[in-house]
């Protein structure tokens, strides 16, 4: 399992990619750098909470208790779920990077080529927004902790802890 | 036959929506059966269509839809020779009759979680263990980022919240097209539960 740095340090390459893409013929790969841009940025998150660590490794432990015999799933899927539950309130940005960097590579039931079905301006709302809105919301304290490694959870999380009860706290 | 007649905030709906007279609606078994003097054997794909999408969506199916299951649609034409025996059995669309008869509580919620979507063209399901794969095609010509939210904060989440307390897990994808899925060439999505026929 990569380490929390190795995350970060991927998530931030992959949005510099997305981001030196989205003004040439290529843009719709912005959708996907910045897809995993993000993915690796919950990755980190999910560093900083013991139950989780990482996403491979408690969808290893999880996946027979969920799911029926003979059934591989993605673990695109398993994340999605654990973002739900951990960082409501950015789903929907995630959610939107995800469908979007798939209809990108696969075209799924689509005869449109990637750039038909997604704009440039789709794709910068999708980068400049979205992605931004992810690490505004998983790093609120101000980037800290790309600068500090220490765990600051849950400090650090959107949602809080107090006196042992969650709380949603939109950003 | 029995006839049960719809109430009456139901018939108004349906009235509007189909924008013809219809006299009465009976349930003959799990047979829906609509009498109307205005239809003709043309427009009965739409009659047809438009029943079940009102069907599904208004409150008086939905608080005991078992007992309203419908396996199929005719259409009485009182104004036809024979009338007593022109009851048109009419079956414009395998998915329609299908989704009816077999539709249990997730499928019901994905017709009403998604009917407000008008882009929203047919939905596929298919059952692997505990999840269940939705795919969603959308007669959207470009990926429109603000309906995309509704449906997703509207649709989506809300649903996946709710089945995840049945430890059911809803994995949704979205499929974009301008005209309706072939669902024979796109059968392997799965089985089609919804058909949105705005357009026919």
Redesign the interface.
Known sequence: MSSKKTHLDQANHNEKAAKAMIDGDYYDWSCTCAFYSALHYVEARFADIPKIQHTDKVYEENKDK????D?I?SVH?YRE?LI?NEFPSI??AY??LQ??S??CRYL???D?SAC????RD?AK??VNEKLATIKEKLFWVGGLVGICNTPLYPLMDPIMVHNGERMGLTL | MQIIPLDTTALIRLNNALNLKVSSIALPGNNITVASPSVTMEYQPLLASNIFNEYKSCNWCYEEPAQYYANYFSVLLPDKPNNASSQYYINPLIDVTFSLATTNDLEMDLIRFLRPFDKVRQVFISESGEIRDIRIVLDMSEYDIDYMEELFNRAQFPLQDKYSYQSLMLNFEFIFLSDLIDQEKYNYLGRSIYTHFTNV
Do not use: C, M, Q, Y
């Open positions: 969920l799911k029926g015999e059934v799933k899927w779920v739900g789903r929907s959610t939107h469908a979007t798939k209809i799924t039931g689509n449109k038909d079905v997604v704009s789709t709302r999708l």
